[in-house]
């Protein structure tokens, strides 16, 4: 009999992980949920439904104790817990205490098991750990910096836990980095905060389903228990993303949803409602590699759209509510909403809307009309016209991606010191080992960055999975202007969507900056 420990099984992709886990024969499930009173009535729901194939626990990730019993007698550990936005951006601490505080009590609790060579570590990461893309960068991949956006709290939060994760020593780990879920409540969680407004109508966007969510962390517990996995897939960090028909932009998204309920983004919302900069997502030029591990991607994301539309009430208000009511009284009610860009400007946040908008007064001269607006998915840039087709290709994208500093031609088990001391270099820092096994990626070796503060880490962790300098690389506060003037690694993308002159530092908002000093 397996058993698995699942985090975050009340939560979109947990839920649904746990529902196809329980598909297979001979394994037995371990949850840890709040004890709040959704979370016991769906306890109670599942202990009725599985019987004795599920022991749910009460308790709460940021308590050791309860961690420590979720992974007893366990074999697998799948990481999906965390507090994500919109509830993170309104409560910071709390999510530092869940998604890292969490993350290392259950790390920790593996360690400290004596079980730990036998038990295996799947840590759920996010896209939102590369931070802000737009079309001079669509593409990434595992390797590209980690730049979490000013403010994102939730993506902070996660870097320094998946940090945890490839450095504490676990025989057995992958981080896998989510991107973005299409479920079925997305829609109805979107208009409860103003966050809906952070999306940028040009960001890449790489989306997956719920349902391929679940089938990629069976697959994972299937795949590897029968030994059919294919080998070299444990110690590494993979991109959760889709195959082609999943890339799109922030507009086609909205718009896409819009369709279902007979409008489109075009007649419920205008241009200037949204920021411009400082939201988080890309294309995976990568993700292939993943699915060739755990063969997931199966679901045609133009048939699941159908299906909400199908199966989801408020679809259909389109058709006998006129769009300007649906605008006014769904979407317009949220300007108000603390994470709404136009109460930023109201309260005058100047730190919000410079790191949204840019500096003087953007959003002052956003342009209000969708003819005026470029949008990527027609073709059009601040800069003049692009082929938003061309783009989307793999040949256009392996012409544009970034470097990582070292010569990504040598295979893993020809890198050397030589590799350590130029991928340093590229990140203004130094490797001060003198010395390193060749291809040994995973004994750790001194760095110092540039602003002289040394540290230990593997040569995978940096070179491998994009981290650098634990102290001044992790937000908070956020600087990623000013580093970028000393770290060609971060300066190639973060110049993209930034002036020059942008070198300031952003504390939590204008006026506290108490959650810094929880770290």
């Given at each position: 009999?397996?058993?698995?420990?699942?985090?975050?099984?009340?939560?979109?992709?947990?839920?649904?992980?746990?529902?196809?886990?329980?598909?297979?024969?001979?394994?037995?499930?371990?949850?840890?949920?709040?004890?709040?009173?959704?979370?016991?009535?769906?306890?109670?729901?599942?202990?009725?439904?599985y019987k004795n194939r599920l022991d749910v626990i009460f308790g709460d990730l940021s308590e050791y104790k309860d961690c420590e019993l979720l992974i007893k007698d366990v074999d697998y550990v799948l990481h999906c817990g965390a507090i994500i936005p919109p509830k993170s951006d309104h409560q910071p601490s709390s999510t530092f205490n869940s998604n890292f505080g969490g993350t290392k009590n259950l790390v920790d609790a593996v360690l400290n098991s004596g079980r730990a060579d036998e038990i295996k570590f799947v840590n759920i990461g996010t896209v939102a750990l590369y931070g802000n893309r737009d079309y001079h960068h669509p593409w990434g991949r595992v390797g590209d910096p980690l730049m979490p956006s000013t403010y994102d709290i939730y993506a902070a939060t996660k870097l320094k836990a998946e940090r945890y994760v490839l450095e504490a020593g676990l025989p057995h780990f992958v981080s896998l980095r989510q991107t973005a879920i299409l479920h079925k409540n997305m829609f109805m969680n979107n208009i409860k905060d103003g966050l809906m407004f952070h999306t940028c109508w040009n960001a890449p966007l790489d989306w997956v389903t719920d349902i391929d969510s679940g089938l990629l962390c069976k697959n994972l517990v299937k795949f590897d228990s029968e030994g059919t996995l294919k080998e070299g897939f444990w110690q590494k960090v993979y991109n959760i993303g889709s195959d082609d028909a999943g890339r799109c932009t922030g507009f086609d998204v909205f718009d896409d949803g819009f369709k279902l309920m007979g409008g489109s983004t075009k007649k419920f919302f205008k241009p200037n409602w949204n920021v411009i900069r400082n939201f988080h997502g890309?294309?995976?030029?990568?993700?292939?590699?993943?699915?060739?591990?755990?063969?997931?991607?199966?679901?045609?994301?133009?048939?699941?759209?159908?299906?909400?539309?199908?199966?989801l009430w408020y679809f259909k208000l389109g058709a006998i509510v006129p769009p300007q009511l649906i605008s006014k009284f769904v979407i317009q009610r949220l300007f108000s909403n603390t994470n709404s860009p136009l109460y930023w400007r109201k309260i005058r946040h100047l730190g919000r809307l410079e790191a949204f908008f840019g500096p003087n007064e953007t959003l002052e001269t956003l342009p209000d009309k969708w003819d005026d607006f470029p949008l990527l998915s027609e073709g059009k840039t601040p800069e003049g016209d692009i082929d938003y087709n061309e783009v989307k290709t793999k040949e256009w994208a392996s012409k544009h991606l970034l470097n990582h500093g070292y010569d990504e031609t040598k295979p893993d088990n020809e890198l050397d010191i030589s590799d350590m001391r130029q991928a340093a270099e590229f990140r203004g820092g130094k490797c001060l080992s003198s010395t390193m096994t060749k291809g040994d990626l995973y004994t750790k070796l001194e760095w110092e960055c540039h602003d002289g503060h040394r540290f230990m880490a593997t040569p995978y962790t940096i070179l491998k999975a994009g981290h650098w300098c634990p102290e001044c690389c992790q937000p908070l506060p956020w600087h990623w202007g000013e580093l970028s003037q000393h770290i060609p690694?971060?300066?190639?993308v973060y110049w993209d969507t930034h002036d020059k002159s942008e070198t300031g530092t952003y504390p939590i908002s204008n006026d506290e900056d108490d959650f810094i000093s929880e770290e």
């Open positions: 009999m397996i058993t698995v420990a699942l985090t975050g099984a009340s939560g979109s992709m947990g839920s649904e992980a746990l529902k196809q886990l329980l598909e297979l024969d001979d394994l037995k499930l371990k949850i840890l949920l709040r004890p709040k009173k959704s979370n016991l009535l769906l306890g109670k729901r599942l202990l009725k439904k890309m294309w995976f030029y990568d993700s292939d590699l993943l699915n060739s591990y755990l063969d997931y991607q199966k679901t045609d994301l133009n048939e699941y759209w159908k299906g909400l539309g199908k199966k690694f971060f300066a190639q």
